[in-house]
């Protein structure tokens, strides 16, 4: 089996976590700041993780419409797939973020440690949401 990348994109961070090859467990990485050589690092982090497929977070509204944001990671999306060798897909992340700042305070995390975890915490919870419908299917 191949790893998976979960991206939770944001106006100045990206999110980051990474499957185990066995597509069981998802692991934070460092949150990659949003500029003009964000593709080029994912494109490296691909390679180096042996990545077989990208999954970016699709923010909507709790209703499911687009928002302001939707429209920021859809071009994301858009110029991800262009820049990366591997299929890259879109996934609805509703809550992710509430969902990761939830367990990093029960975790004991300070509201100012958060501040820096939260976007890839929030892409393991994507991830971990990708592995078991995979699992499922």
């Not at 990348?5 to 597509?23: F, W």
Request: aromatic residues 2%; hydrophobic residues 45%.
């Amino acid at each position: 089996m191949a790893r998976i990348l979960a991206l939770d994109p944001g106006t100045r961070r990206c999110g980051v976590a990474v499957s185990d090859s066995g597509e069981t467990m998802a692991f934070p990485r460092p949150a990659l700041v949003v500029d003009a050589q964000i593709r080029d690092a994912l494109k490296d982090l691909c390679r180096e993780e042996e990545v077989e497929l990208v999954v970016v977070g699709r923010p909507v509204s709790l209703a499911g419409s687009a928002t302001s944001s939707t429209e920021m990671a859809d071009d994301f999306f858009r110029g991800l797939e262009e820049a990366v060798d591997v299929p890259v897909i879109q996934v609805d992340e509703r809550l992710t973020t509430s969902s990761a700042a939830r367990h990093l305070r029960e975790a004991g995390v300070s509201a100012k440690e958060q501040r820096s975890r939260v976007d890839s915490a929030a892409a393991v919870v994507l991830l971990e949401f990708v592995l078991e419908s995979r699992r499922a299917e």
